[in-house]
């Protein structure tokens, strides 16, 4: 016979609606978490790699607010002004509610107010050139709305796309000090400056975006060539809007052969009135500062350089320094801060655990001086292991609560590069988590076991009602699998021994990058095995042996009919199955490589015929957008609602903390009429069927409540067809009513 659900309450949404079902989670920041005695104020603020800093208003108070950018995951990380809750001056309290706020983002982002309204703009990456979303917010409400792309420039005969290599980041100021933004960039060589002056003021009297090269091709009269190598002096055309070297062959140049962009960094410091350049190169770990003699126009000339600055603790990076002046402390100066401008981390070379480097100006705006005060600023208040954070959450003290465990990447430590574990014990409550820093090499598994991108999850594997660990990490002869059996009983504190652990045989289809996913898919109280691949795809391996000595055979190379995208940064990541409203039913939660996570419903039967159809998509969570990149993904009640809430690990090597606000089903023993999916196909793109199995009228609401699509008359067992063009992507509630019977429900999604 089946149940009625009946609803307790609804978390998502202040309206509830009768009988509904909906699935979602939302950005959480009240766990405390504590390391070393110190309590984190941002620990679920996500980590960072390869950080850039821009200030901006956010919201209304007085102080402006920071937007960091990480190259290496495409994120982007707001954070708003508070008073220093532990000292003097201010702190940086995260504001995910901003993040959705901006564009989307790649390779670089600067904010700077061109059109001089008080409020910053947002110049970044276009193809060959630059993008601009102009600052429209009001009313506490961030908007960008796109105004260039790409951003032109005047060429001979014609404006053209303003060149920036993407492996770059220019300089976007006043050079010369006459009201508007002017841009300064690397031509396509890599080896002169292209002085792009805003001519706005000079054509128009109002600062706008319209530019034009001036000084010719070797503007400043240097030319750059390798880390500590500049050539001053170069006297060059200086004709409008181009020009070429006096001497056309570079020293070590070869004739014919085509110039090679390899990266550039450019900051302009202000050094008594005269604009000095902090300049970074992609094979490079220094920082150079380049000398100007002046003036600040086309005319300009850099006579010097210094290939270490500041002079007192440089900025040295295995690569690429770059390089960002902005007031971070809240006392009027500006400061200078430092992160390196990398894709990926190289040969491991890379310590992305204090990859941000904040040092503060002593001096003054006019004549600054710089003094290293950290190398993990913003990072040293929040969980950052530096690269692939990969959480699992478990009760492992016995007493009621869940603990966390934290696997990374890796630390390089001389010849070798290792990853372990960190324990966080929860010495909270099981409504208020509080974890605490308990182990930097949980069961000494970066001691003992010479593996890098060490990914744990526990689950009961051999059916005895304690959680076993499973861990997964890449060595020397690919991905390896050790299971860990719990040698403790059911609620009391786990016992792992890493020299018993069993390790599994890798599956042939499983390669680095893949992660397994151990549950029970086919409800025959065995543990079986999904791999997510990073095409996209899910491998499934049913369980032919028993619980304690299982044996994996391949059933689907396409389950849950997921298919190869061909990208290995969109696919799926990580896989839960989980629980995750109460209905006493599994729902498969993926975490995707380009940062999506979303919520699919199994299919009833558990036949190899069933298992082999499509998944049915509850809902893509666009309300927490991106939370960073290669996401690995756990699941467990952290706040005693008895949902299960999210943790999620990143590339930058962080934690993100979602809340499942997901409507609970409480399950009665009272009967219901069959309510089995009577609208087709789900998801849809634009035409919906609906077959009722009675008379009514069916509307269609948002999952506030809101009717976005007026009642229609529908009969029992009549397909009906409703257009869905005007309604845009998301998830929504069909509902069936009638009189003399209760309301029916069903989620479509809408994807377009």
Not at 214 to 220: I, R, T
Not at 663 to 678: C, G, H, L, N
Request: with cysteine; charged share 20%; glycine share 8%.
């Amino acid at each position: 016979m089946k149940k009625l659900f009946t609803l307790c309450f609804l978390l998502v949404s202040l309206l509830s609606l009768a009988q509904s079902t909906t699935v979602g989670f939302r950005y959480d920041l009240r766990p405390v978490v504590t390391v070393n005695g110190q309590t984190l104020l941002n620990p679920w603020a996500g980590g960072l790699n390869a950080a850039q800093y821009s200030t901006i208003r956010l919201n209304n108070d007085t102080r402006d607010d920071l937007v960091v950018f990480d190259r290496t995951t495409r994120k982007i990380t707001t954070f708003v002004a508070i008073d220093n809750p532990t000292g003097s001056g201010i702190a940086w309290q995260h504001a995910p509610q901003y993040e959705l706020r901006f564009p989307a983002v790649y390779n670089w982002m600067l904010l700077v107010d061109y059109d001089k309204d008080g409020r910053k703009d947002l110049f970044t990456h276009g193809s060959g050139s630059m993008r601009v979303f102009r600052n429209e917010s009001a009313n506490n409400q961030v908007t960008f709305q796109l105004v260039a792309d790409p951003l032109n420039t005047e060429g001979f005969s014609s404006r053209l796309p303003l060149y920036v290599s993407a492996s770059d980041i220019p300089a976007i100021t006043d050079y010369d000090d006459d009201g508007d933004i002017d841009i300064l960039t690397f031509d396509p060589t890599g080896n002169q400056i292209a002085y792009q002056q805003n001519m706005s003021m000079e054509r128009t009297r109002k600062p706008n975006l319209d530019f034009k090269r001036v000084g010719g091709s070797c503007w400043g009269r240097f030319q750059k060539e390798f880390c500590n190598d500049f050539k001053f002096g170069i006297q060059c055309d200086t004709e409008p809007g181009g020009g070429g070297l006096t001497d056309p062959k570079p020293p070590g140049s070869v004739p014919g052969a085509r110039p090679l962009h390899t990266g550039n960094t450019v900051t302009i410091l202000n050094a008594d009135g005269k604009k000095d350049m902090l300049f970074g190169f992609v094979s490079c770990a220094n920082l150079a500062r380049l000398r100007s003699n002046g003036p600040n126009n086309d005319k300009a000339a850099y006579v010097a350089f210094d290939s270490l600055f500041p002079e007192q603790n440089p900025v040295l990076f295995p690569a690429f320094p770059a390089a960002f002046l902005e007031d971070v402390d809240g006392d009027g100066l500006t400061d200078l801060l430092a992160s390196p401008n990398v894709d990926i981390n190289e040969n491991q070379a890379f310590d992305f655990r204090a990859s941000s480097w904040f040092y503060k100006n002593v001096g003054t705006n006019q004549k600054s001086n710089f003094r290293l005060v950290r190398k993990d600023f913003l990072q040293n208040d929040m969980l950052d292991l530096g690269e692939r954070a990969a959480p699992a959450l478990a009760d492992l003290d016995g007493d009621g609560d869940a603990d966390m465990v934290v696997g990374y990447a890796g630390i390089q430590s001389g010849s070798e590069y290792r990853a372990g574990l960190w324990y966080f014990e929860n010495r909270g409550t099981t409504q208020n988590p509080a974890f605490v820093l308990s182990s930097t090499d949980y069961l000494d598994v970066a001691k003992t076991l010479n593996l890098s991108n060490i990914v744990p999850s526990f689950v009961d594997i051999d059916n005895n009602g304690s959680v076993d660990l499973l861990l997964t990490g890449n060595g020397a002869r690919g991905v390896e699998m050790r299971v860990l059996v719990n040698a403790s009983p059911k609620g009391t504190a786990a016992q792992y021994n890493l020299a018993r652990a069993t390790i599994w045989p890798t599956p042939s289809l499983m390669q680095l990058s893949d992660l397994p996913t151990v549950a029970d898919i086919d409800r025959d109280g065995k543990p079986d095995l999904l791999i997510s691949k990073s095409n996209g795809t899910i491998l499934h391996y049913r369980n032919a042996g028993t619980a304690q000595t299982p044996t994996f055979q391949l059933q689907n190379q396409r389950f849950g009919g997921f298919t190869d995208d061909g990208s290995a940064y969109v696919g799926v990541r990580s896989l839960v199955v989980t629980d995750v409203n109460g209905d006493q039913k599994n729902e498969l939660i993926t975490a995707n490589g380009d940062g999506r996570v979303r919520i699919y419903r199994f299919p009833e039967g558990t036949d190899a015929a069933s298992l082999s159809q499509p998944l049915t998509l509850l809902d893509s969570l666009p309300a927490i957008g991106l939370p960073g990149i290669s996401l690995i993904a756990a699941a467990a009640d952290l706040d005693g609602d008895q949902l299960p809430d999210l943790m999620l690990g990143s590339q930058a090597g962080g934690l993100r903390y979602l809340k499942n606000v997901s409507e609970k089903i409480v399950i009665t023993a009272s009967p219901e009429e069959p309510v089995s999916p009577w609208a087709f196909p789900n998801p849809t793109d634009r035409y919906l069927t609906v077959r009722p199995p009675y008379d009514g009228q069916v509307d269609v609401l948002s999952l506030s409540g809101q009717v976005v699509l007026s009642a229609q008359a529908v009969q029992a067992n009549r397909e009906t067809q409703f257009d869905l063009a005007n309604l845009p992507d998301g998830t929504y509630l069909l509902r069936l009513t009638s009189q003399n019977r209760p309301a029916q429900n069903q989620k479509i999604v809408v994807w377009k």
